[in-house]
């Protein structure tokens, strides 16, 4: 399945690459699942838990624009825990 972004179809790498920096930083972090999902979506994210969860667990491919949002939210919380 190739995910569909703002230009079109992503090329299967890019996102793959992207999924694969993702999927380990968020289990990389103590970011509970809930709370990633509910600042993701505060922020323009427009999957469902469901699918994030199966996103961050490398099963599921999601829009690039999506991936940036995820990463976004994980930088955003995880710089707000340092402070």
């Known amino acids: 399945m190739h995910p569909l972004g703002a230009d079109g179809p992503e090329q299967p790498d890019r996102a793959a690459e992207e999924r694969r920096g993702t999927a380990p930083r968020f289990r990389d972090t103590d970011l509970p699942l809930d ?18 969860d199966a996103y961050l667990h490398e099963a599921l491919d999601i829009p690039a624009a999506q991936v940036n949002l995820i990463a976004t939210a994980m ?8 402070r």
């Not at 709370?35 to 994030?52: C, N, P, T």
């Not at 930088?75 to 340092?82: C, S």
């Open 35 to 52: 709370k990633l999902w509910i600042y993701y979506y505060g922020i323009g994210g427009d999957i469902d838990e469901v699918s994030l």
């Open 75 to 82: 930088t955003e919380m995880t710089e707000e825990d340092t």
